[in-house]
């Protein structure tokens, strides 16, 4: 078949158009292969490089706050859960004594009596202008109750010479009470003098609160008897012996209701009962030597040393205190005293007539004996 011309130049056209597509796919082929073996080589791409003028923004932190210093007092109570408890700390020239915890509502316990030479400490006071004046009516001891702002109080110390407190002259009574009876016309036994009319008592209770007497205890006794603490004219001790049944119903009520620091002095063998209430101190009158030996007088004088000294610790082990004990019968010698101080005992009471003053013998303490029939001018003549 003859094929014209113008046949001859389309096929040659198609032949050009297929040879130049298949020159351009294999074209392709080859720069895609090489940008895959490039990217390969090279490793993932770096990040973009970033702007060295560009602000860098931090982010607002708040800061954690401060916690408050905590004062000595603070401190202390923050290791109590009790709802209670004030931490009492103290103040004054020469003073520096830790708080201490106390719990509001009881009586102040332990009390320090600082000691400095050249000086007389004088109690413990509500407000620094208290101290300074000696003012008795805000005097704080151990006959007091706690009281607190915030769970918190301070005492002050207040101070005096040596020559204003021997000038002082003070004789301090030693109230002595036994049994009490509801009879106005007393008890009719060869013990009548012993049982005070409860009435009579009431209304000598009443004068020592009314009149702001000063009431101290042992280890202020023990202090002042040394020179190292200054008491009052206007002070008194309210003691009571036997720790009959009569005190308990009768008296000891009367005491806890005035707000009266009392000592009862028990005989341990035959009472072991806990303090009726926390205005009775409970001291030793013995475990078992309340009772006379062959001659007649006490076995306090009779008995040997390590006797005595053992009934004594058998007395404070049931107490749980010693400080002060009350002989039976005011009987007492050398070999009572010597066991008195190796049972631990610092002080000593008797039955004998009259006044503890600045020097007085620690063992052998005087007293003011109450009897029956004794009335609220009685009690003035004896103690002011």
């Not at 036994?178 to 016309?185: A, G, K, L, M």
Request: aromatic share 8%.
């Amino acid at each position: 078949m003859t094929t014209t011309r113008a046949q001859h130049r389309r096929r040659s056209s198609r032949r050009v158009r297929a040879r130049r597509t298949l020159v351009a796919a294999v074209a392709v082929a080859v720069i895609a292969a090489g940008v895959t073996a490039l990217a390969l080589t090279r490793g993932p791409a770096a990040p973009p490089v970033a702007d060295e003028t560009a602000v860098v923004e931090t982010p607002t932190s708040t800061p954690t706050p401060t916690p408050p210093t905590l004062s000595a007092a603070q401190q202390l109570l923050a290791t109590s859960t009790d709802a209670r408890a004030c931490a009492v700390s103290y103040e004054g020239e020469g003073i520096e004594i830790a708080p201490v915890l106390q719990t509001e509502g009881n009586r102040y316990q332990g009390l320090p009596i600082p000691r400095t030479a050249g000086r007389v400490f004088a109690g413990w006071y509500a407000a620094a202008t208290d101290a300074a004046a000696l003012n008795l009516s805000a005097r704080l001891n151990g006959a007091d109750l706690v009281s607190c702002t915030d769970r918190e109080r301070t005492l002050h110390a207040g101070w005096t010479s040596p020559e204003a407190n021997t000038a002082e002259a003070a004789g301090i009574p030693i109230l002595m009470y036994h049994q009490f009876t509801r009879n106005p016309q007393g008890e009719d036994t060869w013990l009548r003098l012993n049982y005070a009319y409860v009435g009579d008592f009431d209304a000598q209770m009443a004068y020592i609160q009314q009149s702001g007497f000063y009431l101290p205890t042992w280890d202020e006794l023990s202090a002042f008897i040394d020179g190292a603490l200054y008491l009052p004219k206007h002070s008194v001790i309210i003691t009571d012996d036997d720790a009959d049944s009569s005190w308990l119903e009768l008296a000891a009520p009367i005491v806890d209701g005035r707000n009266l620091l009392t000592t009862s002095f028990v005989i341990t063998s035959s009472r072991t009962e806990p303090t009726p209430n926390q205005f009775v101190l409970q001291r030793s009158h013995t475990h078992d030597l309340h009772r006379a030996g062959a001659n007649g007088k006490g076995r306090m004088v009779n008995d040997d040393v390590d006797t005595i000294a053992a009934d004594l610790e058998k007395s404070a082990e049931i107490l749980g205190a010693k400080e002060v004990v009350a002989y039976p019968f005011g009987h007492y010698n050398d070999t009572t005293k010597e066991a008195v101080r190796k049972a631990g005992f610092e002080m000593g009471r008797t039955v004998e007539q009259g006044y503890v003053r600045i020097g007085t013998d620690k063992l052998a303490l005087p007293v003011v004996r109450m009897n029956y029939g004794m009335t609220v001018d009685d009690l003035k003549g004896y103690i002011g």
